[in-house]
């Protein structure tokens, strides 16, 4: 949907670049190499096909925060008794965080009007105008999916923690993935291929409070990485043998 709006691609070549992109996140810190790893499905447009692929990755950003930040004072809020105008100035923060983010997102080609427009950089803003593309309403369907993804993988980590018979009330379980999984994202400097100690480790603080299985829950967090990280990738890797990753131009 995003590449599509300058250079048509089919959905063959849309899925071998996501998992291409998955297989070179792997290796950098945040995984930020994900969005430049996709753009080697394309012969060309490559540049502006990062600029796209990043205003994607921004939406699923605001989705992760705000869902997260959302379920993570529901979290707060069930293990601790908190006066009410406390609770009030938390959920005060919380929204006015979330209104922010989403004014940002879908002001966005507002903000790229405002870009400095040095001589210098004459060459590259052809490529920042790509944002002009995608009005409110695409914005709102690229939110949209990027709000499915994220219920896949709370979905899939619920199912897991059931798979291995612990047992959890749904609503504790399901407060209790998304604040597991908003520490996880606001962790700056992992890099996804070594990170699953850390995501055992704020699983296991996130879940010790309802089980003693910690192993089932280290069990889950890694079966979880390994679905949606290394079997995509070992994918993305044999897909990449047929991209051409240095363009003539």
């Not at 063959?12 to 996140?25: C, Q, R, Y």
């Not at 210098?120 to 790509?130: A, Q, R, V, W």
């Amino acid at each position: 949907f995003l590449i599509d709006r300058f250079h048509h691609i089919s959905w063959m070549d849309a899925i071998e670049g996501i998992l291409f992109g998955i297989t070179f996140s792997l290796f950098t810190p945040s995984r930020i190499g994900e969005f430049g790893g996709r753009v080697f499905a394309l012969q060309n447009d490559r540049l502006q096909a990062i600029v796209s692929t990043l205003l994607g990755s921004a939406t699923q950003i605001v989705v992760n925060i705000s869902l997260g930040t959302f379920g993570f004072v529901l979290f707060l809020l069930y293990e601790s008794q908190i006066e009410i105008i406390y609770l009030f100035g938390v959920i005060f923060m919380v929204l006015l965080l979330i209104s922010l983010a989403h004014l940002c997102l879908y002001n966005i080609d507002y903000l790229v009007n405002k870009f400095p427009h040095n001589s210098k950089l004459k060459n590259y803003l052809k490529y920042i105008d790509i944002i002009k593309l995608y009005n409110a309403k695409d914005i709102f369907k690229i939110e949209f999916l990027s709000v499915l993804k994220y219920l896949v993988y709370v979905f899939q980590f619920m199912l897991l923690i059931c798979f291995f018979d612990i047992e959890i009330k749904f609503s504790v379980l399901l407060i209790s993935t998304i604040s597991m999984f908003f520490l996880q994202t606001i962790n700056p400097l992992n890099i996804a291929l070594i990170d699953f100690g850390f995501r055992g480790n704020v699983a296991l603080f996130i879940f010790s409070k309802y089980t003693s299985n910690n192993l089932d829950i280290l069990a889950a967090t890694i079966i979880l990485w390994f679905i949606n990280l290394i079997i995509p990738a070992i994918f993305g890797g044999i897909s990449a043998l047929r991209f051409k990753f240095i363009t003539e131009k």
